[in-house]
């Protein structure tokens, strides 16, 4: 952990072997106990769980939420992972955020309109809700999408930027990554503000 400021974990760990679940709690652990930032994507697939119970999944979940300051997540994995019965959303990441000391939580949402899809984030932060504005989603493949986004809300938390626009750079990040084939990163810093600066008109994404 020397030199390390801040660990992200996929949730995916908790539901793959013991051995993966093992080491995943272990390094959240170590990171927590250091005083790292530890970063945590729920990332949580029925199709990987299929001979878990769901008390067995909220119980690991739970486990790992301890030593987490940051969570990638939605609304969903709340009520339907940790069962929390609260449907209002501001009130939902409120409670949330203080049963386990989560300084930040984001999410992504894809919506419609017009018939076009669109994709968005938000981001709770000390009982407020920040969110970007929607940005039209032209799909090759959507691998990767969600890493995109946590990559850049990383980057914007950790620069310190305002929380709009991390989110702003967040979602473009994601919508360009899901505007190319396969989930390797292909484009700089430099070119996610020029998409932003060009409203989405520029030559990365005919």
């Not at 697939?45 to 969570?71: A, C, F, G």
């Not at 000391?101 to 017009?114: E, V």
């Not at 990559?151 to 919508?175: C, P, R, Y």
């Amino acid at each position: 952990m020397a030199g390390v400021d801040i660990v992200h974990i996929c949730g995916i760990s908790l539901s793959l072997t013991e051995k993966t679940r093992s080491a995943a709690l272990k390094l959240a652990k170590m990171a927590h106990e250091m005083k790292k930032i530890v970063c945590f994507d729920f990332n949580y697939r029925m199709s990987l769980n299929e001979d878990n119970t769901h008390e067995t999944m909220k119980t690991r979940y739970q486990e790992m939420l301890s030593y987490v300051d940051t969570i990638f997540g939605s609304k969903r994995d709340l009520t339907d992972l940790l069962d929390y019965q609260e449907t209002d959303e501001k009130k939902l990441y409120q409670q949330f955020c203080q049963d386990y000391q989560i300084s930040f939580f984001a999410g992504s949402r894809r919506t419609f309109i017009d018939d076009k899809k669109y994709f968005e984030g938000f981001l709770f932060h000390h009982d407020k809700i920040y969110e970007s504005s929607p940005k039209e989603l032209n799909i090759l493949d959507r691998i990767g999408s969600g890493d995109a986004f946590a990559s850049g809300v990383i980057t914007g938390l950790l620069e310190k930027w305002d929380f709009v626009d991390t989110l702003e750079f967040a979602i473009a990040n994601s919508v360009l990554a899901q505007a190319s084939m396969n989930d390797s990163p292909i484009f700089e810093k430099q070119d996610i503000f020029n998409y932003l600066d060009n409203k989405g008109t520029n030559d990365l994404i005919r």
